[in-house]
């Protein structure tokens, strides 16, 4: 048993890797799993639409390597344990900070497929990285290490990876932003810079970040255009919501959900995984930021609401909030 212990270790780290990169790609039809991964995870860390595609490829073929890689004694010990070990730490640094500001939605480690909290994700890094640990530690040094070998693997999984799922190229006049098709409105929603909201009218979050929004537009002399889109679920609540915002912006009313083929429903457009308030800054049509729920990805409402002393709600202005959102536009 303790002579085959390191090929345990192996063959279960690179199913983990394998699994990790699989459920990703999940669903594989039309690049659903490659779209939920950039735009859950990617975009609303700060990578614009344009890099997301690449770096979700890129990342993903790291991963298929590791797999690969790691069940085989080619720089096993000087390269390959310590990159998965790095490559683990590194998305756990980002998994404690969405844990210290309180979000536990699923944090895309293993895609759609599995969904998982932060910690949960974070307890399952730890557990990896002292098992790689531990086969680093009992790992003999490498013998016979060919780089040549490695580079070509390495190489043949990237163009792989890009060769079966291409990144979707923009063309001078043409724009790929997944929700701007279905904007119907008077201003084009491509052209300059524009702000896109999904809302329900009821939604008491909906409403603290359109009066944000409106506060935000008061301060900043070039505040793009804002556009929403609402669900027909509280659809009668939307003079209500107006005057709470402080404003009427330009809206359309989406069904919140449909049961035909054709993707035309409010849920559907959104996506099944994202929850309100979603507001999406577009630059000519480009996905920059990407804002959704109440977690660690909510956009920074400078007005919002929350429990007193006595347990009662009050509401709170709070412009620092929206620093970082400021300066997108100043």
């Known amino acids: 048993m303790k002579k085959n212990l390191p090929l345990i270790i192996r063959v279960l780290v690179s199913a983990l890797f394998l699994l990790s990169a699989v459920a990703k790609l999940f ?19 700060g990578f614009s639409e344009g890099l997301a595609p690449y770096f979700s490829r890129f990342i993903i ?38 844990i210290f500001l309180g979000d536990s939605e699923n944090c895309g480690c293993f895609g759609e497929l599995i969904p998982m909290s932060p910690l949960q994700a974070l307890i399952k890094n730890i557990i990896t990285i ?18 040549s070998k490695l580079s ?11 060769a079966l799922f291409p990144v979707q190229t ?22 300059g810079k524009k702000i896109l909201c999904f809302f329900d009218a009821g939604c008491e ?42 404003r009427e912006y330009s809206h359309q009313v989406l069904p919140f959900y449909n049961e035909d083929d054709a993707i035309n429903s409010y849920l559907e ?7 309100n308030p979603a507001i999406i800054y577009l630059d000519k049509g480009n996905q920059i930021r990407f804002y959704e729920g109440t977690g660690v990805n909510a956009f920074p409402s400078t007005y919002y609401r929350q429990k007193n002393e006595n347990d009662k709600d009050s509401t709170i202005n709070d412009f620092t909030r929206a620093k970082e959102f400021k300066k997108l536009f100043e």
Do not use: R, W
């Open 27 to 45: 669903p594989f039809e039309m690049m659903k799993g490659l779209k939920y991964f950039e735009e859950g995870q990617l975009i609303p860390i």
């Open 61 to 98: 073929a790291i991963e298929f390597f590791i797999a690969f890689a790691i069940l085989q004694k080619n720089y096993l010990k000087k390269l390959v344990i310590p990159t998965s070990i790095l490559m683990i730490f590194v998305f756990s640094l980002h998994l404690a900070y969405s």
């Open 130 to 147: 002292a098992v790689l640990g531990l086969l680093y530690i009992i790992t003999p040094d490498d013998k016979d290490n060919s780089c």
């Open 152 to 162: 070509i693997q390495f190489l043949s999984i990237m163009l792989l990876m890009f």
């Open 170 to 191: 923009v063309g001078k006049n043409k724009q790929v932003s997944s929700f701007s098709e279905y904007v119907v409105a008077d201003m084009d929603i491509n052209e």
């Open 205 to 246: 979050h909906c409403m603290d970040a359109a009066k944000s929004l409106n506060q935000l537009s008061d301060s900043i002399a070039y505040f793009p255009e804002i556009h929403i889109i609402f669900s027909d679920s509280e659809a009668g609540k939307i003079p209500e919501f107006f005057k709470y915002a402080g």
């Open 269 to 275: 457009i959104l996506g099944y995984h994202y929850e």
